[in-house]
């Protein structure tokens, strides 16, 4: 949605941007006058559990993965949320708690935010991090002969849809908070140990869609083995049922043209 803005850069202006607009990554990377990697990223959704903390703490966990994604460690965040008037104001409490505590697991300081008033409850952060040009990690780093490694399994896009149309057994979800619960950290870590220097985190675009974000930042090409992919069981039943996120459709109808898949697939 950004990318219009892209004849409006003022190039002088950028010179200290290493990861903007031109070239869109998971977050933004700024250097500071000494020298520092500074990376930022702002992220929120709507509750996907019905449990108010756990809401908050997932919800936290998605918005700090984005610097992890860049190579960076987090320390500093902002609460954004978007609430009814008519909200109880413990609900609120516990969505915040959430995301106090899981940014406190991830060491990351909570420092203020800003609210507003919403019809739909939305929450999440911008958070702050710091990075080394070494450690930098970009969509655009994948090398010819290195694998593609998935953190977590997919599949949690079409089990919280379901959830929303009421079509989820409450087992199901529980299967899959402790996932979406997983910070990242421990994934970056490992990655560090190794010459690696693409990564990107699954969101919106889908598993495909940024895939081929990160074949076409590196120019070249992905060969993915269908049956090694990691999926929560519970997703193929609920996919059989169409019961796919909102933008599914536009992210086939986009990214289709640089996708081929065997026969039988």
């Known amino acids: 949605m950004l990318r219009p803005l892209l004849d409006t850069i003022d190039e002088q202006a950028q010179d200290r941007v290493i990861v903007g607009l031109g070239a869109p990554d998971d977050a933004v990377v700024y250097r500071m006058d000494d020298g520092t990697l500074l990376v930022v990223s702002a992220d929120f959704f709507a509750p996907v559990v019905d449990d108010a903390y756990t809401y908050g703490a997932i919800a936290a966990a998605n918005a700090i993965s984005d610097i992890y994604a860049m ?6 965040a902002l609460n954004l949320a978007a609430f009814p008037s008519d909200m109880p104001p413990e609900i609120a409490t516990e969505i915040l708690r959430g995301g106090m505590d899981k940014s406190r697991q991830a060491g990351v300081i909570v420092a ?10 939305k929450y999440g952060m911008v958070v702050l991090g710091t990075v080394t040009p070494e450690r930098m990690l970009v969509k655009g780093g994948a090398r010819v002969g290195q694998r593609l490694v998935l953190t977590k399994p997919l599949g949690s896009g079409i089990i919280t849809t379901a959830r929303r149309a009421g079509k ?17 950290r421990d994934a970056i870590a490992a990655v560090h140990a190794t010459s690696a220097q693409g990564a990107t985190d ?6 495909l869609g940024h895939a ?3 074949a076409q930042g590196a120019s070249v ?3 993915l083995q269908a049956g090694r992919i990691p999926v929560l069981d519970a997703a193929y039943s609920l996919a059989e049922q169409w019961l796919f996120p909102g933008g599914t459709a536009a992210n086939e109808m986009y990214f289709s043209q640089w996708v081929t898949c065997a026969p039988g697939v």
């Open 112 to 121: 203020g935010g800003h609210t507003m008033d919403d019809k739909e409850p």
């Open 168 to 184: 989820t057994p409450p087992e199901v979800v529980e299967e899959l908070i402790p996932w979406m619960l997983r910070l990242n």
């Open 212 to 214: 081929v974000e990160m």
């Open 221 to 223: 090409r992905f060969r």
């Open 202 to 207: 699954v969101t919106g675009f889908g598993f």
């Open 71 to 76: 190579g960076g460690v987090p320390f500093l």
